[in-house]
């Protein structure tokens, strides 16, 4: 089934796109629709060489170790790109992708995307823009594993959530539009389940965790002066060999 032309206009890639260029992309798409819990793309899988964007719902994308545990690299929301090797790589999924919620993935084939890259060139510039803020935001993730205590990863993954995913006010504060389960936060931050209650109860009350992964934040400014004095987390003692 081909993706409405309205929808297409919507997304972030292709939101400044005329109408005609929009209706020659379209006979190129396509809608996938996945129930919560479903298995989007595996980890080592080959790929179709399309373009993938979120539609609606949400999907995690995680590695497993060979120890088995599993690492969530991001959730994505929608309008978010993925599996990018499929269009300009190897053609091997990276990483495994599972639908959080029920989610609709739009796919466009990559010839008929090369095309509309010669005849428009802002749509890659856009596309490189979004690739260097998923960047960005993995060498934030890196930096604070490697040098931030746990409680401040947890309260950058909370302002992230909230600037992605958006929030709703209410009487307490503000509540994060998209449910986190503590598990969740866990394999994203890189702490273990038990501490991450441990860190909500320590931020409580300017953060409240509720059942089912719902989030409220009655004080950010507070969180932003606690991230601001937080020391660095100690590095282990230099040897002499590394000098």
């Known amino acids: 089934m081909f993706v409405d032309l309205d929808r297409l206009a919507q997304l972030p890639l292709f939101c400044n796109l ?7 992309l379209q006979p190129h798409t396509s809608q996938l629709s996945y129930q919560a819990g ?12 399309q373009l993938y964007i979120l539609n609606t719902g ?6 497993l170790a060979m120890s088995g545990k599993e690492t969530i690299l991001r959730t994505l929301a929608p309008g978010d790109i993925f599996a990018a090797p499929a269009l300009f790589g190897d053609q091997v999924a990276p990483a495994s992708v599972t639908a959080m919620t029920d989610a609709q993935v739009i796919t466009i084939d990559r010839q008929a995307l090369l095309t509309l890259f010669r005849q428009n060139p802002d749509v890659p510039l856009t596309m490189l823009m979004m690739f260097n803020q998923r960047l960005q935001q993995l060498h934030d993730t890196v930096h604070g594993l490697v040098s931030e205590r746990a409680v401040v990863r947890l309260i950058h993954y909370l302002q992230y959530a909230a600037n992605h995913y958006g929030t709703v006010t209410i009487p307490e504060g503000e509540e ?15 702490i273990t389940y038990e501490e991450c209650v441990r860190l909500f109860k320590q931020l409580h009350p300017m953060v409240t965790y509720q059942r089912g992964g719902r989030i409220r934040v009655q004080d ?6 606690l991230v601001e004095v ?14």
Do not use: C, F, M, T
């Not at 479903?38 to 060489?49: F, M, T």
């Not at 950010?220 to 002066?225: F, G, H, N």
């Open 18 to 24: 005329e109408a005609d260029d929009l209706a020659d």
């Open 38 to 49: 479903d298995l989007v793309l595996n980890e080592g899988d080959r790929l179709p060489s």
């Open 58 to 63: 949400q999907l995690r994308v995680a590695k």
């Open 176 to 190: 994060l539009r998209s449910p986190l389960p503590h598990y969740q936060i866990a394999r994203s931050i890189g």
């Open 220 to 225: 950010w400014q507070r969180l932003d002066e």
């Open 230 to 243: 937080a020391p660095e987390s100690p590095r282990s003692p230099e040897r002499s060999g590394d000098r």
